[in-house]
């Protein structure tokens, strides 16, 4: 089977071990390069792609893709809905996830005339509405550091959420197809209070992941429609909450995972290839299922699926582990 990879940086972790992974295996790796330029897919496209990058060269390579009737690993319209923070609170919200209170605001002037005029309480956590490299997360605890992020993001569409107390750590929860894996990261928002983990709290793994944590990362990927994600939550012993949802993200050092990209890039591809075939090689858009069996992993969905993995298929080779 041919793989497509859309990303500048195949090198990534993940990538590398799951691209070793199919080769030794006798899959074909073949990478596009959205920051390469206009030159567009093999012709013909691979089986399948795996969307790692999310610039807007590489949303454009995808959805051509998918116009021509290829499945991509995640879905271009999963990937741009987690990509504008509003639109994903509101869906999570309305699916009943527990997702943090999120409002937008135009700019940081807006915000500051709101907290000015006592329609917004401090402590707040600001950002960048559209998710992106190096776009902006910070902490405000009074309007003094409002107004400076204000002069320093004077055009910046944003969202503010309230600061929720915690231990300065977020748990890191990443799904491949219905497979879990997690550990925690110290907070964009930690103070150098937050240096080192709780007392007791080194080892965080599935085997210390609440069911109901559990739970709300495997509903998180049937509402928006995504097979690879991460779901970050809050540390702490107290009810989940969310405060963000991304695409497939990095997954790094997580032992496993290379395998359950590799099955599911394999599982995927195969069930284009079906579908292709009973539909015509000309039948642009054919619609598949989510790697899990949940949904039709082309957009977001509110559907309840199982949210657990399909097995794979005889020839899947490497990662044969249910999701």
């Known amino acids: 089977m041919r793989i497509g990879l859309i990303t500048s940086a195949p090198d990534h972790p993940v990538l590398a071990a799951t691209a070793a992974l199919l080769t030794a295996h006798g899959h074909h790796i073949e990478t596009l390069d959205p920051a390469a330029g206009p030159d567009g897919p093999f012709d013909p496209p691979a089986d399948v792609y795996l969307l790692k990058a999310h610039t807007a060269a590489a949303l454009a390579l995808a959805r051509g893709l998918e116009e021509r009737g290829v499945p991509v690993v ?13 639109a994903m609170a509101e869906l999570a919200r309305r699916a009943g996830l527990p997702f ?7 700019d940081l002037a807006e915000l500051l005339a709101a907290v000015e005029t006592g329609g917004l309480s401090l402590p707040i956590v600001v950002k960048s509405r559209h998710s992106r490299r190096h776009d902006l997360v910070a902490r405000v605890d009074d309007t003094a550091r409002l107004r400076a992020l204000a002069e320093e993001w004077p055009h910046e569409p944003v969202v503010a959420q309230p600061y929720l107390p915690s231990t300065g750590w977020d748990q890191k929860l990443w799904v491949v197809a219905g497979q879990l894996f997690c550990a925690r ?29 559990a739970a709300v990362a495997l509903r998180a990927g049937e509402v928006f429609g995504l097979d690879v994600y991460g779901v970050d939550l809050l540390d702490g012993p107290g009810e989940p909450v969310v405060v963000d949802v991304n695409a497939f993200p990095g997954i790094r050092g997580q032992a496993g995972a290379p395998e ?3 099955a599911l890039a394999l599982r995927v ?21 989510r790697a899990d069996g949940s949904g039709t ?9 199982s949210g657990t993995g399909t097995p794979a298929p005889a020839d899947a080779g490497p990662g044969t582990a249910a999701g």
């Open 74 to 86: 995640n879905p271009v319209a999963a990937t741009e809905l987690c990509q504008d923070r509003l």
């Open 100 to 106: 943090a209170p999120t409002r937008a605001a135009a």
């Open 185 to 213: 990261r110290r907070s964009e928002l930690a103070g150098p209070e937050h240096a080192e983990l709780p007392d007791g709290a080194d080892g965080f793994g599935p085997a210390e992941l609440s069911a109901e944590r």
């Open 260 to 262: 359950a990209l590799a």
């Open 269 to 289: 591809g195969a069930v284009g290839t079906a579908a292709g075939a009973a539909a015509g090689a000309a039948a642009p858009g054919v619609p598949r299922p």
């Open 297 to 305: 992993g082309n957009g977001a969905s509110t559907g309840a699926g």
